[in-house]
Each structure stands twice: as structure tokens, then as C-alpha cells.
């Protein structure tokens, strides 16, 4: 209001000003955990191939996951919420001569960032699940336990391992269907 005409006072109704001042607030609020959600973001692509190396770094690289894919969740649909908010309150306000339009390139921006968050953490939590360490015992592979005391060889999860193996399955089954 002061930018507006300096020096001068603009009488706003008192639903508008308490609009304004909760549009401030949830503004702080979603800038935060967008910024917040990114950093997470910029820290996470660094750190997500250490998953790979040791199932240690699974539970913190998940759990990093989840809180992005909540901040990032969270300031989607605060922004959602207040810029829906905003519109229906100051187009109500006729004698305002206000109108509000919503932009849908904003809105899918910011939607496809939270659901992206939320995929990344879905993966996140499969690769701590599925690609660990396993303990090879008698041609079969069973998870690493402490209870198994006939270990006798550690074998980490490795992509190329796991594509041939993939091959050679399936050029066994059509060798047998073929016959």
C-alpha cells in the first residue's frame, strides 16, 4: 500500500487486509520449504549413488527422500490453496475493480515438482529395498542376515550382473520353448 501512492492511505476492507496478511505468512511459509526442497534435491542427485555402495546410506538417502518429497508436497499445495484463496476473496471485493487470474503453467509446474519428489522417493526407497548387498549360499541368493551362519561369499548388487543374468534367462527359456 505504500508503493502504491506515496504517502498516500488506500481504506481497505478488513477481510481484504487479514487476506493480505495470511497470504504473507503462507507465502514465507511456501518459499521456505521450496527452497528447502530444493536444496534437499541438489544434495540428494550427489548423494543417491552411495546407495549402490553400502546399505548404510539407504535409511538416511530415504529418509532425506521423504522429507523433500513433503516440503516440496507441502509448498505445492499451500500455493494451491492461497492462490485459489486469493482469487475467490479479491474478486468478491467488487468495489475493488480487482481481477485475478490463475496461471495453469504455474500450477502444472509446480504440481509435476511434487510429483517427481514423490517418485524420487518412491525410488529411492526401491533401490534400498531391492538393490542390496546378497549372500550367495549353495547356488542360491538370500538376502544378508546375521542369523546365517553358512556365509561364504559377499556379492554387491551390480547392474551389468544383473542384465546378463536377465539375458541368459531369457535365452534359456527360448532354447526350452523352442524345443
Not at 530444493?38 to 521423504?66: E, H, K, N
Not at 499451500?78 to 503453467?105: H, M
Not at 546375521?146 to 548388487?157: D, I, L, Q, T, Y
Request: net charge positive; hydrophobic share 50%.
Amino acid at each position: 500500500m505504500d508503493e502504491l501512492l506515496a504517502g498516500a492511505k488506500i481504506a481497505l476492507p478488513t477481510q481484504v487486509l487479514t487476506i493480505l496478511d495470511l497470504l504473507r505468512l503462507g507465502q514465507q511459509v511456501m518459499w521456505a520449504f521450496f527452497i528447502v526442497g530444493i536444496v534437499l534435491c541438489f544434495i540428494l542427485m550427489f548423494l543417491t549413488p552411495l546407495t549402490l555402495r553400502s546399505r548404510g546410506w539407504c535409511v538416511p538417502i530415504v529418509s532425506f527422500a521423504l522429507i523433500d518429497s513433503i516440503l516440496v508436497g507441502g509448498a505445492t499445495v499451500l500455493a494451491t490453496v492461497f492462490s485459489v484463496a486469493a482469487k475467490y476473496a479479491l474478486t468478491l471485493q467488487s468495489e475493488l475493480n480487482i481481477g485475478v487470474d490463475l496461471s495453469p503453467v504455474m500450477l502444472a509446474s509446480m504440481w509435476i515438482a511434487a510429483l517427481l519428489t514423490v517418485t524420487a522417493f518412491f525410488l529411492h526407497s526401491a533401490v534400498g529395498c531391492c538393490c542390496h548387498t546378497y549372500r550367495h549360499r549353495d547356488g542360491e541368493c538370500t538376502p544378508d542376515s546375521a542369523n546365517s551362519p553358512r556365509v561364504s561369499e559377499k556379492k554387491r548388487f551390480s547392474v551389468q550382473d544383473f542384465i546378463n543374468k536377465r539375458r541368459s534367462a531369457q535365452t534359456s527359456s527360448a532354447r526350452v520353448s523352442s524345443t
